[in-house]
């Protein structure tokens, strides 16, 4: 590990000060991801800025019927509060499917959805990862590749996005609020993570400076008709192979409208915004829930061993569907 100089800011004013013009500085809170790449030498920042001291850390609705989660929230905190179990069931069953009680009770609202998208390729520093090394090339892409995407790749990279709540709020149409010095502004969340495209390395839309200091989520009043399933190669303390983070508003056995995102398969938390329209005004039937998996993986590209993933999202998205939808 590269020595590194360490400030606890008191406010959010002193937090992006410190953090403002200097590219090799990071914000650290609960830590869970940072502090593996640090060990593994894999970022070194000059500066971590302690932000564990910032008033970011309620669960609040708003008076447009929204609900406001600092960045500071731990993911246990979020999953457990009642109006997240009672509006949002999806976001709950997500978190609580992701990582272990010990990582919950400590990873944070924003640190969740920054953690880094990576495979087993990004950890070994043998070889080569254009997300470690930008130009290196993707060793995936030729190599044991089973756990990698199958949706949003590129020749430059495959590796999936992890998180599981990043799913949900893909789902729900969350909003990333953020703060620097120069002021705020708000990122939809459908355009927070980037795809790999040329630049792997880059993984979302802040900008340097920028801090996270909410999530907004809309008020959705079928959410609460709403669940997350995820499959993976053992029942805790594991990636997704590929999960589904499904809402649907039913007027008797027909579908109104329509939420769905995917997780486990692509490179970014992964809106399946064409399946979602095909299921309007449908009737709830297992043939159409198969037509919106069909569409949903439609552009699915598999590699030498993760082809499976194809028709394994596809009965996940099923399964899903019938959940909720019967």
């Keep these: ?15 992006v000060q410190a953090i403002t013009g200097k590219s090799t500085s990071k914000f650290v ?11 593994m030498n ?45 509006r949002y069931p999806m976001l709950s069953q997500a978190i609580l499917s992701g990582a272990s009680p010990q990582l919950r009770n400590m990873a944070t609202t924003g640190g969740n959805i920054l953690q880094r ?18 130009g290196s090339g993707c060793s995936a892409i030729v190599g044991y590749n089973r756990s990698n995407a199958i949706l ?20 729900l149409d969350a909003t990333v609020h953020v703060q620097s ?46 669940t997350y399933l995820k499959v993976r190669d053992r029942a805790s303390y594991e990636f997704a ?29 992964w809106r399946a915004t064409a399946a979602e329209q095909f299921l309007v005004g449908k009737k709830a039937t297992v043939a159409t829930y198969q037509a919106a998996a069909d569409i949903a993986l439609k552009d699915a590209k598999p590699f030498t061993y993760n082809a499976f993933k194809i028709e394994l999202a596809k009965r996940t998205i099923i399964s899903a569907l019938q959940n909720i939808g019967g």
């Excluded at 809170?29 to 060990?39: F, P």
């Excluded at 932000?51 to 929230?73: F, Q, T, Y």
């Excluded at 329509?258 to 490179?267: E, H």
């Design 181 to 226: 010095a120069t002021g705020e502004r708000n990122i939809p969340f459908s355009d927070f993570h980037t795809l790999p495209g040329n630049t792997p390395e880059k993984e979302n839309t802040l900008q340097p400076g920028e801090m996270i200091t909410y999530i907004e989520i809309p008020a959705i009043p079928f959410a609460s008709h709403s």
């Design 42 to 86: 894999i970022e070194s920042p000059q500066q971590l800025v302690d932000i564990n001291a910032l008033d970011l850390k309620k669960i609040e609705p708003m008076a447009n019927g929204n609900v406001r989660i600092g960045a500071l929230v731990k993911n246990t905190d979020l999953a457990y509060d009642a109006t997240i179990s009672s």
């Design 241 to 269: 192979l590929s999960s589904a983070a499904v809402a649907l508003d039913m007027n008797s056995d027909t579908i109104q409208a329509a939420r769905l995102a995917l997780g486990g398969i692509a490179t970014k938390p």
């Design 29 to 39: 809170a609960g830590g869970t991801n940072l502090i593996d790449l640090l060990k």
């Design 1 to 15: 590990m590269h020595p590194f100089t360490f400030f606890k800011a008191k406010d959010q004013q002193s937090a």
């Design 117 to 134: 998208t990576r495979c087993p390729y990004f950890w070994d520093k043998v070889m080569p990862c254009n997300k470690r090394e930008p």
């Design 152 to 171: 949003g790749t590129s020749s430059q990279c495959i590796a999936t996005h992890p998180s599981d709540m990043c799913v949900a709020l893909a789902a």
